[in-house]
């Protein structure tokens, strides 16, 4: 019997040494060699002999608890031998019976088992059992056979909380997999610009869009002039803002409307309004009512290697979408100034600058037009170009420049060159330097045209410088004095032949401004005593 037992003990010491050592003695064989050698308790005699389980030491054949596997000389078969008691084994010595420790050699108390494959995490090589090795997995503990690590920083992309490493956390990132710090999300979708193909979310590819950062799904360019009708302020590129222009998508120019509908001549289906349509077809061969061709040369965009009919390749064509054979760069940021969303560079977007191909951060505009000063040829929209204006930001079409000074009327500040300032000339358009004002309204005798106030304008006044408050003939524009002054008769140079021609001229002049209602007869009586009077007409 003792055979036997040693036998076990050899094969399963040379077997497995360390759980040999560990089994051996926890089971008591050492306790059992001792007794079968020494005659303490006999073949048969269990003696308080403990063994390990049959299952442990027979490697074939199950032994009950009287038998004994004869593992040297016949490997699986049982006999009869000492009773074997079985007792607690705990190899690892985790409190764990090695019965039911997931990992047997190494202590593991806890017995967690991440990927639940009954072996422990103490001992499994592949916890979370991707068939990839705990040494070499990025995320040990989460299932990731393909070892995706997208910021190549160790972590696989599965545990990584930053997969881009833009130092925005994925459960916060609109572009997880694409570095994007700043988050900008121009249709708010949620996914960021940088990783969004469609930033207007119109369906249309930002490669491919013509108003990328506006919504336009149609992609509608109703002069091919690559930027889209949603975003382009002029659709027919005829110079007339579509806001006015009375054919918004068709180019006029001078804005011809035969019949009188508010629709141009190039729009009108019925030009002359006879109810006979003047359309004609762009494609009689096949339909196509949308007429898609970005650059009108008659292949469509799905197979025009340039699309822009510009003969530049789209791979090397800085503008592949947009005509620009020239390739010009304003700003020279390597975008074309055809698709370039600020062509001059000046931080204001094209649609929103009123100079887009010059550089005017203050956009500033006199005429309001929709040219800002930058740009605009004619700045007070005056139909007078800058370069030859007299008053460049202020409208005078007539360009008037009455002292000759260079200077528009409009905007020179002494108008008539009489060194008087406009605001306090009473001519400020006539050269008056005394600016004398006989009758004191106000308008000086320059430019006054009732210099005396008498009420007869100085073209039919006859007597320009009446005394004030005097009455005059309304024909005239004279007073009794001046119609029969003292000195002779009116507008000669010769004296009264005597006394009483003098009184007679004021007397009829008297008789007719009482007729006229402009003196009373008492008025005319005193007028004529201080006539008969006065030593006028006397030798």
Same mark, same amino acid.
């Given at each position: 019997?003792?055979?036997?037992?040693?036998?076990?003990?050899?094969?399963?010491?040379?077997?497995?040494?360390?759980?040999?050592?560990?089994?051996?003695?926890?089971?008591?064989?050492?306790?059992?060699?001792?007794?079968?050698?020494?005659?303490?308790?006999?073949?048969?005699?269990?003696?308080?002999?403990?063994?390990?389980?049959?299952?442990?030491?027979?490697?074939?054949?199950?032994?009950?608890?009287?038998?004994?596997?004869?593992?040297?000389?016949?490997?699986?078969?049982?006999?009869?031998?000492?009773?074997?008691?079985?007792?607690?084994?705990?190899?690892?010595?985790?409190?764990?019976?090695?019965?039911?420790?997931?990992?047997?050699?190494?202590?593991?108390?806890?017995?967690?088992?991440?990927?639940?494959?009954?072996?422990?995490?103490?001992?499994?090589?592949?916890?979370?059992?991707?068939?990839?090795?705990?040494?070499?997995?990025?995320?040990?503990?989460?299932?990731?056979?393909?070892?995706?690590?997208?910021?190549?920083?160790?972590?696989?992309?599965?545990?990584?909380?930053?997969?881009?490493?833009?130092?925005?956390?994925?459960?916060?990132?609109?572009?997880?997999?694409?570095?994007?710090?700043?988050?900008?999300?121009?249709?708010?979708?949620?996914?960021?610009?940088?990783?969004?193909?469609?930033?207007?979310?119109?369906?249309?590819?930002?490669?491919?869009?013509?108003?990328?950062?506006?919504?336009?799904?149609? $992609?509608? !360019?109703? #002069?091919?002039?690559?930027? /889209? *009708?949603?975003? %382009?302020? +002029? =659709? &027919? @590129?005829?110079?007339?803002?579509?806001?006015?222009?009375?054919?918004?998508?068709?180019?006029?120019?001078?804005?011809?409307?035969?019949?009188?509908?508010?629709?141009?001549?190039?729009?009108?289906?019925?030009?002359?309004?006879?109810?006979?349509?003047?359309?004609?077809?762009?494609?009689?061969?096949?339909?196509?009512?949308? $007429?898609? !061709?970005? #650059?009108?040369?008659?292949? /469509? *965009?799905?197979? %025009?290697? +340039? =699309? &822009? @009919?510009?003969?530049?390749?789209?791979?090397?064509?800085?503008?592949?979408?947009?005509?620009?054979?020239?390739?010009?760069?304003?700003?020279?940021?390597?975008?074309?100034?055809?698709?370039?969303?600020?062509?001059?560079?000046?931080?204001?977007?094209?649609?929103?600058?009123?100079?887009?191909?010059?550089?005017?951060?203050? $956009?500033?505009?006199? #005429?309001?037009?929709?040219? /800002?000063?930058?740009? %605009?040829? +004619? =700045? &007070? @929209?005056?139909?007078?170009?800058?370069?030859?204006?007299?008053?460049?930001?202020?409208?005078?079409?007539?360009?008037?420049?009455?002292?000759?000074?260079?200077?528009?009327?409009?905007?020179?500040?002494?108008?008539?060159?009489?060194?008087?300032?406009?605001?306090?000339?009473?001519?400020?358009?006539?050269?008056?330097?005394? $600016?004398?004002?006989? #009758?004191?309204?106000?308008? /000086?005798?320059?430019? %006054?045209? +009732?210099? &005396?106030?008498?009420?007869?304008?100085?073209?039919?006044?006859?007597?320009?410088?009446?005394?004030?408050?005097?009455?005059?003939?309304?024909?005239?524009?004279?007073?009794?004095?001046?119609?029969?002054?003292?000195?002779?008769?009116?507008?000669?140079?010769?004296?009264?032949?005597?006394?009483?021609?003098?009184?007679?001229?004021?007397?009829?002049?008297?008789?007719?401004?009482?007729?006229?209602?402009?003196?009373?007869?008492?008025?005319?009586?005193?007028?004529?005593?201080?006539?008969?009077?006065?030593?006028?007409?006397?030798?």
């Amino acid at each position: 019997m003792l055979r036997y037992v040693l036998s076990t003990i050899i094969f399963l010491g040379f077997m497995a040494p360390k759980a040999f050592a560990a089994t051996a003695i926890e089971y008591g064989l050492i306790a059992a060699i001792i007794g079968i050698g020494g005659g303490i308790g006999g073949v048969g005699d269990p003696g308080g002999i403990i063994c390990p389980p049959p299952e442990i030491v027979c490697a074939i054949a199950a032994c009950d608890e009287t038998q004994v596997c004869d593992i040297i000389l016949e490997e699986g078969v049982c006999f009869a031998g000492v009773q074997c008691v079985a007792a607690v084994a705990d190899s690892d010595g985790d409190g764990v019976d090695n019965t039911s420790d997931n990992c047997s050699d190494i202590p593991n108390p806890a017995q967690t088992d991440f990927d639940m494959d009954g072996a422990g995490d103490e001992c499994d090589i592949d916890d979370d059992n991707d068939n990839v090795l705990d040494a070499v997995d990025n995320c040990p503990f989460i299932s990731d056979p393909d070892q995706s690590d997208f910021d190549m920083d160790g972590l696989g992309d599965l545990c990584d909380a930053d997969d881009d490493n833009d130092g925005i956390a994925d459960a916060m990132d609109n572009c997880p997999l694409n570095s994007d710090s700043d988050q900008t999300d121009a249709d708010g979708d949620g996914v960021g610009n940088v990783c969004d193909p469609d930033d207007d979310n119109d369906n249309v590819s930002d490669a491919s869009d013509n108003c990328p950062l506006q919504s336009n799904p149609d $992609q509608e !360019d109703n #002069d091919s002039d690559l930027t /889209g *009708d949603i975003c %382009d302020l +002029d =659709d &027919d @590129n005829d110079g007339v803002p579509d806001t006015s222009d009375n054919c918004q998508f068709s180019a006029n120019i001078d804005q011809s409307d035969t019949d009188g509908d508010g629709l141009g001549d190039v729009c009108d289906s019925d030009v002359d309004g006879d109810g006979v349509s003047n359309d004609t077809d762009n494609c009689p061969n096949g339909p196509n009512p949308l $007429q898609e !061709d970005n #650059d009108g040369d008659g292949t /469509g *965009d799905a197979c %025009d290697p +340039d =699309d &822009d @009919n510009d003969g530049i390749s789209d791979d090397s064509d800085n503008c592949p979408i947009d005509m620009n054979a020239g390739q010009d760069d304003l700003d020279i940021d390597n975008i074309g100034d055809i698709c370039d969303a600020d062509i001059d560079g000046d931080g204001i977007e094209n649609p929103d600058d009123n100079c887009p191909a010059d550089s005017n951060t203050d $956009q500033e505009n006199s #005429d309001g037009d929709a040219l /800002g000063n930058a740009c %605009d040829s +004619d =700045d &007070d @929209n005056d139909t007078v170009l800058d370069i030859e204006d007299n008053c460049p930001i202020l409208a005078n079409a007539d360009q008037a420049d009455s002292d000759e000074d260079g200077l528009g009327d409009v905007c020179d500040a002494e108008l008539d060159g009489d060194g008087v300032p406009n605001e306090v000339d009473n001519c400020p358009t006539v050269a008056n330097s005394s $600016q004398d004002d006989f #009758d004191g309204d106000g308008i /000086g005798n320059a430019c %006054d045209e +009732d210099i &005396d106030g008498d009420g007869t304008v100085n073209s039919n006044d006859s007597c320009s410088f009446t005394t004030i408050g005097a009455v005059v003939s309304p024909d005239s524009g004279c007073s009794i004095a001046q119609l029969c002054p003292c000195e002779g008769p009116m507008g000669t140079t010769t004296p009264w032949k005597n006394h009483g021609k003098y009184v007679s001229c004021v007397s009829k002049t008297s008789d007719s401004f009482v007729e006229l209602g402009l003196i009373s007869d008492i008025e005319k009586d005193a007028i004529t005593s201080s006539a008969a009077q006065s030593g006028c007409g006397k030798k």
